[in-house]
């Protein structure tokens, strides 16, 4: 695969002739849509008719890197089939559960989920999250049950209940805002649930906040140990984006520099092949000027970024920094801030995968198609 950056003057035409690629090919990866018109900027995901080994100048990894999406039960089936031809893992979102140990489903049914995943082949995570009745994480479920020997082991009894019956082959457990004395409970109970899943045949991977160094302050990271969490569950998944997000300042989701400084933390704590890295398929659009506490950004898929640009005839842009894309517009008298994610960014994304040699990566989340990412990671990996 080749990455082509739109230049004035560009037309899907003019891009096939001269870049040898085909035109029908260049439209349905890109995802666009008649009457074809494109950014300046813009990163277009071109197929060429060049030998496998040309594909990419980094290491091919093995078949068996971990290529996993998170999902809610409402996503559209034909996305999600169309994703799954692509994944290794679909990972469901999510399960709850009460202080008292007893398992909360989602509210839509995900059997037809498992179902499709396992008509491609792919594995199925049942996510496991302390949200409340309002969708927050709430640290007084995660109290409770990491200390209380009884509600774990109801929970886990519930647990291993739902997987046989649904065919899960993995618990994904994904609690944030763990409180710094909880710590080591927190790892004594992920230890527990992996040690009694394991023999029951299932794996249990964990979700870890994005962390520099063991001492990192806030709610967010210390109750968080890299290195318990690294050796009590099956693999790990870094949750490396939300840098910007819908109420902090406009920036890039995922900069590379700051994944990278968590990876670089990570791998001296787990070792690599435990190791997945997380990646943003979304971005955000923020009104300006940005007023903290009183701003908050709209949520946006890839596609729908680009298609954004082009509608109001603007340039996108490139951090070097960050390696993300981002432009700005003006909508009603209102400047507006966006950045995304494109197959640029994600391309420097999967090469920290392929350098550190990690298991794999999984992406937050599938809900809107990102045709040419996931074509691109077909040609990586």
């Known amino acids: 695969m080749k990455i082509y950056v739109v230049k004035r003057d560009d037309t899907v035409d003019k891009i096939s002739k001269e870049q040898k690629t085909d035109l029908a090919s260049l439209i349905e990866i890109n995802q666009l849509t008649a009457p074809y018109r494109l950014a300046v900027g813009q990163a277009l995901l071109l197929a060429e008719d060049v030998p496998a ?140 649930a992996a040690y009694a899943l394991n023999i029951l045949g299932y794996q249990v991977s964990v979700a870890l906040a994005p962390k520099y160094s063991d001492s990192q302050q806030g709610i967010l990271y210390e109750g968080i140990d890299y290195g318990g969490l690294g050796a009590a569950a099956n693999w790990v998944v870094l949750m490396t984006y939300e840098w910007g997000y819908t109420y902090g300042p406009p920036m890039a989701v995922a900069p590379i520099n700051q994944v990278r400084r968590v990876v670089q933390y990570a791998v001296t704590k787990i070792p690599p092949d435990k190791i997945c890295l997380g990646v943003p398929n979304y971005g955000y659009d923020w009104p300006l000027p940005y007023v903290r506490g009183a701003t908050k950004a709209r949520t946006l898929g890839n596609v729908e970024a680009v298609q954004t640009a082009v509608f109001y005839g603007v340039p996108i842009l490139f951090d070097e920094t960050a390696k993300s894309p981002y432009f700005q517009y003006w909508q009603y008298g209102v400047k507006h801030e966006v950045w995304f994610e494109d197959v640029r960014s994600w391309q420097e994304k999967f090469r920290l995968v392929q350098e550190y040699g990690l298991k794999g990566f999984a992406v937050w989340q599938i809900m809107k198609l990102f045709r040419a990412g996931w074509v691109l990671s077909d040609s990586l990996f």
Do not use: C
Request: hydrophobic fraction near 40%; charged fraction near 15%; avoid cysteine.
């Open 53 to 192: 080994e040309t594909f990419s100048p980094y290491a091919p990894q093995t078949a068996s890197i971990l290529r996993s999406g998170y999902a809610y039960p409402f996503i559209s089936p034909p996305v999600l089939s169309e994703t799954l031809a692509h994944l290794s893992e679909l990972a469901v979102f999510s399960y709850g559960f009460t202080a008292g140990g007893d398992l909360i489903p989602p509210a839509l049914d995900d059997t037809w989920m498992t179902q499709e995943a396992q008509r491609f082949g792919a594995a199925s995570a049942l996510t496991l999250t302390p949200l409340d009745a309002d969708g927050r994480f709430n640290n007084n479920l995660v109290s409770a049950l990491v200390n209380s020997l009884s509600a774990q082991r109801r929970l886990i009894t519930g647990l291993a209940g739902i997987m046989m019956e649904k065919g899960y082959q993995t618990v994904n457990i994904d609690f944030e805002y763990v409180r710094r004395e909880d710590r080591d409970a927190f790892t004594a109970f992920v230890s527990y």
